[in-house]
């Protein structure tokens, strides 16, 4: 089965610019998350939907960062204005609740941000 | 609440066994591994439930003890495939709460040498 899509793959902004990302989680995945890697460090839950809805945003900078997830398939997390502190990569990740146990999660390669 | 994990950083030789633990201040439903690759997106390894236990993988088995909140990954007999870096994920609802997420801890480096 085909993975979890992810573009740019890189990206270079200056402070205060704006950026997009975009996901395409794998076909059937009702759970999409998005996860903000530093270097070094283990990914950080910014955002989970179940379908077209937010399940989780409580480590969401609200003030800066949006997401969406338009028809409960594709996604977008835009970055408005960009701080220096946001250089991470930015995984996208999916898994398909079955109601009966915890899924698993499929990542994908993740958009590598780079703010100067 | 992020779990911790320990070691921060692990370095063996072809052939010798290592083992990574992950604990956590809150009661577990479940703990995931994965294991990520230098520029690569992480992996699943194995899911263990509250309750159970699953071996996901050859050579690499897990544990999950609920009285501590802990879990160990443990790697025998490591090959050079095996570098990289190991995270644990921990569940504090259960699966058919709405509430439902994943944490991820903060790794644990490893790096087999011939």
């Known amino acids: 089965e ?115 | 609440q992020q779990p911790v994990q320990s070691p921060q950083a692990v370095i063996l030789r072809e052939g010798e066994d290592a083992v990574i633990n992950c604990s956590s201040s809150k009661a577990l439903y479940s703990v995931h591994w994965y294991r990520q690759k230098h520029g690569e997106a992480p992996v699943f390894l194995m899911i263990l439930l509250k309750g159970g236990e699953q071996k996901g993988h050859d050579k690499i088995s897990a544990s999950f003890n609920e009285k501590k909140q802990q879990s160990s990954l443990y790697l025998t007999a490591s090959q050079l495939s095996y570098s990289g870096t190991y995270f644990c994920g921990t569940e504090t609802t259960g699966w058919m709460d709405s509430s439902y997420k994943l944490i991820f801890g903060s790794g644990t480096r490893l790096l087999v040498r011939p």
């Not at chain 1, 989970?48 to 609200?62: A, C, I, T």
């Not at chain 1, 028809?71 to 977008?76: F, I, L, M, P």
């Open chain 1, 2 to 116: 085909a993975g979890v899509a992810q573009s740019p793959r890189y990206k270079i902004i200056e402070k205060r610019q704006s950026v997009a990302f975009w996901c395409n989680p794998i076909s059937g995945h009702a759970t999409l998350y998005w996860y903000q890697q530093i270097l070094g460090q283990g990914p950080k839950l910014l955002i989970q939907f179940q379908n077209n809805g937010v399940v989780d945003d409580s480590q969401l900078p609200k003030d800066r960062f949006s997401a969406e997830r338009l028809k409960g398939v594709d996604s977008t997390l835009k970055i408005q204005p960009a701080k220096l502190e946001d250089s991470a990569v930015y995984l996208c990740a999916s898994s398909r609740p079955t109601g009966t146990a915890p899924e698993k999660l499929f990542f994908g390669s993740g958009t590598q941000l780079s703010v100067l």
